[in-house]
């Protein structure tokens, strides 16, 4: 969801560990390449030693990845940019050497506001285009051409995932002709006699993906249901329960006519309290008896667009459709103290909400940048990226989130939404390329916490405003990675206590890689397991080690 950032504003942890002091082993062995870090970090070397325990015997949830949005901009930057600039935004997201290496991608299955929506959405970069303009035109695969350019650049540069996700059903299937609702359309912008239509168009887009070998592996139908995206400047649609189970059986049956064994991702809720039941929720709230409206559509439509833990994972049938894992937004829930504590205690109640009805659940928090108040003005700084690298922690511990995905890949926008931005407008503009340090900072996840990891239990670093630390083991390439993130103004002095991983070996050595305000995912010289680690003040660290 991109509410004004591009979508429009809401207000709504025995590895020893390095002081890079203890780095200096035996003299030059260790010796640091970049003085700037080894100084800054030997200067602000904590004398308190801060231990940690990570057992491997300890289990949780089983990574899918870590992802972003190419919505909106890629498709003007895939299609009107040098290909040599191209492959530079493209390496930077994709690659596991050159950058920050996503497992997953979005790509948008636009519904045409490009022709139709040119008064309601301004700004032609949050406009979309669609495969089919009509129901009697033939589909034409040329649209989407800078979207479809990155899906193939992501698929050849490994990224074992992608999705396909609608934010509006094709325009010519909506009642008021607009890749947005208004008022006179009631629970759903989407006709009553287009939903098997709807169905049919979402699977011969995957057929044709399939065909050209850039097949997706999930297609999400449904964005944001909750929310009512009347005339709003970019594509939406709500939805409520009744038209969800709809939309989700009719798409479902036509998969399984047709044999396409791509997983249906439901359903990209707008925010974590719209998930919970009325009782969790009452209890956050500390409200009795209160039931969550917030989404803005609730309570002014006709239906329910609440409880959606219950009403789809509670459901067996429904579960099945959806693969038994639900997705959900995380926005307005990064304030670890505005008066009710939605960094921890709300993650904590998500996924009790989940266990209430299957501990196998799987959860995918799908889309998050930075909204309301905070959202205005890009920053490139450690401060946004400290900020969501604390919000990636809790959605990995409390949420046991299996997979992490950023909204936008690329902005053009003066907001805390993108990985990369970019000042470029209009072709003949300058195809500049601007890296965050939170392009960076979500690289020491992506890069190094892959599809198939598993993760382990961490105790000793869970503190939203000090240290955080969390810790994943794939098994088939015998990789530990543990990330710490340190929020806080002083340097932390770790050690280590590393146990039971699978295998039976021990980690020998661990290799740090170090994002700060001087670091950008710097590969630092390995140390071993034994030695202490610090961790700078203001920074986040990836140690790796195998056995």
């Known amino acids: 969801m991109q509410h004004t950032r591009s979508k429009r504003i809401r207000l709504g942890a025995k590895l020893g560990a390095l002081s890079l002091s203890a780095l200096l082993l035996s003299g030059a062995a260790a010796q640091i390449t970049h003085a700037q870090d080894s100084n800054t970090m030997s200067k602000e070397a904590s004398s308190r030693v801060q231990h940690i325990h990570v ?13 972003a949005s190419g919505a909106w901009s890629i498709d003007h930057i895939g299609s009107e940019w040098s290909e040599k600039n191209k492959k530079k935004i493209a390496d930077l997201l994709f690659s596991q050497d050159k950058g920050i290496g996503l497992s997953i991608w979005r790509f948008n299955i636009g519904a045409g506001s490009t022709e139709t929506d040119q008064d309601i959405i301004s700004d032609p970069w949050r406009r979309a285009e669609s495969f089919k303009s009509s129901a009697t035109a033939p589909y034409d695969w040329s649209k989407q051409a800078g979207q479809q350019w990155f899906l193939k650049a992501a698929k050849q540069r490994g990224v074992s995932k992608t999705v396909a996700f609608v934010n509006s059903p094709p325009v010519l299937m909506t009642k008021n002709g607009h890749g947005q609702p208004d008022d006179s359309v ?4 989407l006709k009553a ?4 239509n709807y169905a049919v168009f979402l699977a011969d887009v995957l057929e044709h993906f399939d065909k050209q070998k850039l097949g997706f592996d999930y297609i999400s139908p449904i964005n944001e249901p ?10 939406g649609n709500r939805y409520n329960m009744q038209d969800i189970k709809q939309v989700l059986s009719a798409l479902h049956k036509e998969l399984e006519r047709r044999g396409l064994h791509t997983e249906v991702d439901a359903i990209e809720a707008v925010e974590y309290l719209s998930l919970l039941d009325n009782d969790l929720y009452a209890e956050f709230t500390g409200k009795p008896g209160s039931q969550y409206t917030s989404g803005n559509a609730g309570g002014k439509y006709e239906g329910k667009y609440s409880e959606y833990i ?16 639900i997705s959900a937004h995380a926005y307005w829930s990064d304030q670890p103290n505005a008066g009710d504590d939605r960094l921890v205690q709300l993650r904590k109640l998500v996924h009790e909400n989940l266990e209430r009805y299957t501990p196998s659940a799987a959860f995918w928090m799908s889309e998050y940048c930075i909204l309301g108040d905070r959202g205005p003005g890009r920053d490139l700084s450690m401060n946004t990226a400290l900020d969501v690298a604390r919000v990636i922690h809790f959605d990995m511990v409390e949420t046991q989130a299996s997979a992490w995905q950023w ?13 990369i931005y970019t000042d470029y407008k209009n072709p003949g503009d300058p195809e500049s390329i601007i890296e965050s340090k939170l392009l960076w900072t979500m690289g020491n996840y992506s ?3 892959r599809p198939g990891a598993e993760r382990i239990e961490l105790d000793g670093a869970n503190d939203p405003n000090g240290l955080m630390g969390s810790a994943y083991y794939h098994n088939k390439d015998r990789q530990l990675s543990m990330v710490f993130v340190n929020y806080g103004n002083e340097a932390r002095t770790l050690q280590l206590d590393i146990d039971q991983l699978p295998g039976g070996k021990d980690v020998k050595q661990l290799k740090p890689y170090l994002t700060s305000d001087t670091s950008d995912l710097k590969a630092m010289p390995s140390i071993p397991v ?9 920074s986040v660290m990836t140690l790796v080690g195998h056995n």
């Open 226 to 235: 909750t929310w009512d995206w009347n005339k709003s400047g970019q594509e």
């Open 186 to 189: 009631g629970s759903t912008n």
């Open 55 to 67: 057992n491997g015997q300890q289990q949780y949830q089983t990574m899918d990845g870590f992802g």
């Open 530 to 538: 034994k030695k202490t680690v610090t961790i700078p003040a203001r």
């Open 447 to 449: 890069r190094f916490v």
């Open 407 to 419: 909204w936008l890949a690329v902005s053009k926008e003066d907001y805390k939404d993108g990985l």
């Open 310 to 325: 219950r009403e789809l994972l509670g459901d067996p049938a429904t579960a099945a459709m959806i693969g038994n894992k």
């Open 193 to 196: 006699d287009q939903i098997e």
